[in-house]
């Protein structure tokens, strides 16, 4: 029998083009535990690829892009397919499901943590904050799913799960996504903390500083942490790395940007959002701030719901024709059995509404149904991004949203704030923790935080290394 615990890294550290897609391995006794299993976020790839056609089996051609790693023994062969280099590549989930015992843990439900999910076979149990797995469910009822389509299974925060010799549990961290959590991991050789993706400064900051102060309680021999907002000296300077209060755009508080919307929301003329449907904090920091500027906040019917079964309440919707919503919308929408429950529930308001009082209203409009803005009173309004897509000037339509803002007249706004913890704040959050030996990961310079670490390790990817006394000793790929 094997002893002692391997760990490798497929994906998630030490990339200065991506970030994201980080998956990681811990084995013991025949026993491995995956966590996260998500893709790379790559909008201009995504672009420049958007027309041309997925083929009949995708995995293996998501694997060949690189987009999903060849992890051993998590992919059931159907998927595969019967392309012997690949097979030769990618041992299939039957082919090492009698020797090794599978498991996967989600961190949070953001595409770079979890897309990939729906290709692990489904005999192997892919757990999810209990939270985080509710949320999931809803957002699969309106297509925002993964496929393909597998069972989950929702665990309790902090309730222990026992894994052959390892456990681990789901703590929760403060993110902008419903659920999150890092991971919290033992194996008789080593006890280690995942963060996942987190910040310091969202609507439950708190949150946060429970979560580092468990971590310290715990004494991890490994912290593997994000560092997503770490760049460049050039970009980031010594002295801004270090500020102890760097709360100003874009890490300020959730209220500070529900004040800022408030504000912008009292501008004359009709206004617009856009936002991401997973960040349910932002949308209720719109919503309070809306309600401030005495505007009525119409989102899209998928939303309504979302938000429906999440909170319990229906948002009223904007449909340009009330009387047949389905004018301005695909089959594949309004077909749907939870849209028809939209329409007989939400509050309907349509364009003729909008037309008459603009500025009684505040329309949420994701990118993709932009030109439903046409219908509607754009000049002398204001258009605020607030988290929605494109997420910034890395993505190529990012330049064209501008573009396409002005031409209905409005005014642009960037009105929001970090998802990740500002540079100081890694620090602070790093000091508190007190790991014996931290993992920069998720980060383009992972390097800028493993210097202020007592001690530090860079994995590379693919390879296996063992932990013996408390020491990792790489073993090969």
Sequence with gaps: MATGTELKVYRGVWNRQHMGGTIIQVEAEHHRLLFDFGFIYDPGRALLERDIRERPLPLPDLIRRGILPPVEGVFPSRCLGEQLSLREEVLPYEALSGEKKMMVAISHLHLDHMAGMGWVAPEIPVLLS?????????????????????????????????????????????????????????????????????????????????????????????????????????????????????????????????????????????????????????????????????????????????????????????????????????????????????????PRVGAKDVRYEPHRFLIQNSFENFWSLLDLPTEGGIYIHSGGTPLGAFDPRYPHLLQLVRSLGMEYRLLGNHGHAAPSHLLKVLAMAQPKVLVPIHSRYPERLAVRARRSFLPAHGVTYRVQAKELSQMGR
């Excluded at 310091?200 to 468990?214: D, L, P």
């Excluded at 209720?284 to 429906?308: D, F, I, N, T």
Aim: hydrophobic share 40%; glycine share 6%; with cysteine.
């Design 130 to 346: 209990q939270p985080s797995a509710r949320f999931y469910d809803i957002l699969a009822e309106v297509g925002e799913g993964v496929g393909p389509v597998r069972p989950y299974r929702g665990v309790p925060y902090e309730e222990v799960i026992h894994h052959g010799p390892i456990r681990f549990s789901f703590v929760p961290i403060d993110h902008d996504v419903p659920g999150a959590a890092g991971l919290f991991i033992e194996t008789p050789e080593v006890r280690m903390v995942y963060t996942g993706d987190f910040r310091c400064h969202g609507a439950r900051r708190q949150v946060t500083q429970e979560f580092f102060e468990k971590v310290r309680a715990f004494r991890p021999h490994l912290l593997f942490m994000e560092g997503t907002t770490l760049s460049s000296p050039e970009e980031l300077p010594e002295e801004d790395l270090t500020r102890p209060d760097p709360l100003d755009p874009p890490f300020q508080t959730e209220g500070e940007v529900a004040e800022e919307l408030a504000k912008a929301f009292s501008h004359r003329g009709l206004a617009v959002v856009n936002l991401y449907l997973r960040n349910a904090d932002r949308l209720r920091s719109v919503l309070q701030a809306a309600e401030e500027a005495g505007r009525m906040v119409l989102v899209e019917p998928e939303w309504s719901w979302v938000y429906h079964r999440w909170w319990g309440f229906w948002l009223p919707i904007y449909v340009a024709r009330p009387d047949a919503p389905e004018t301005a919308l695909p089959p594949e929408v309004w077909q749907r059995p939870w849209f028809q429950e939209v329409l007989s529930q939400a």
